[in-house]
């Protein structure tokens, strides 16, 4: 399974995907306009793995000029339909199907670590225009909660990752040592029903790939270990966000 297959695999799962992954705080948005020092507000604006639009609908609410960039049809199409006035082309960061100097903000929500820094680096270089803006974000469960923990580490024995103390930072180790970043981590949390907690753990690429009985397997008993924190069905889910902004 290579990095790029285990990527497209959220492509067969594009429904799920929009329906229960979280989106972003508002201060997110917030950060993203101090860091590239200037405001979305008609800023032309790539998103860049974008996914079913979950990021691009917030800068198009900011009234960013953004186009999205994606390269699986199925999350295209899933995009389309929640954001049918928003331009989205087939492509990813590691060969961007956008004109030199053409963007003011790059922005990559979920997505950087599926490219080649090789070619994605001088991509998004080649894009922004003078002074413009690559902006990285990661959204994780936040592991200071203690059930979230719990449910972590049932998730690293399940595939095999190292059982470790979570690292706060981690998303900032891997950043391209050739670019700047400011970097900032804002925290926040969302209410949902018990299964669209659960829906959103199967979207996972990991779980995508494990195979159907394993993955229904384990939900089915995170169902039964979540509900015993959650009596009342609603989980109260908490995330981090991790931001990092390098300008031109």
């Not at 993203?32 to 979950?54: F, S």
């Not at 960013?64 to 995009?79: L, N, T």
Request: glycine share 6%.
């Amino acid at each position: 399974m290579t990095i790029t297959s285990q990527a497209r695999s959220f492509d067969k799962a594009a429904a799920g995907y929009a329906a229960n992954r979280p989106s972003y705080p508002p201060a997110l948005l917030d950060a993203v306009e101090e860091l590239a020092d200037r405001p979305l507000m008609g800023a032309r604006v790539a998103d860049i793995g974008a996914g079913t639009g979950l990021a691009t609908a917030l800068l198009h609410a900011r009234g960013a000029r953004v186009i999205a960039v994606e390269p699986g049809p199925g999350m295209v199409s899933q995009f389309r339909l929640g954001l049918p006035n928003v331009p989205v082309v087939l492509g990813d960061g590691n060969n961007l199907p956008l004109a030199s100097e053409s963007i003011d903000i790059l922005t990559c929500a979920q997505a950087w670590h599926w490219t080649d820094p090789h070619k994605s680096v001088p991509e998004a270089l080649r894009v922004l225009h003078p002074r413009g803006a690559l902006a990285l974000w990661w959204n994780d469960s936040d592991s200071t909660v203690g059930w979230i923990a719990d449910q972590d580490a049932r998730l690293r024995r399940l595939f095999g990752a190292e059982d470790s103390e979570p690292d706060p930072t981690a998303r900032f180790r891997h950043l391209p040592p050739e670019l700047s970043f400011t970097t900032r981590q804002l925290s926040w949390s969302r209410s949902v029903p018990l299964e669209t907690h659960l829906a959103n753990l199967a979207s996972y690429s990991d779980f995508l790939v494990l195979g159907r009985n394993a993955a229904e397997t384990f939900l089915a008993a995170e169902r039964d270990l979540v509900t015993e924190t959650f009596p009342n069905g609603t989980v109260e889910e908490r995330y981090v966000v991790s931001l990092a902004v390098a300008t031109r």
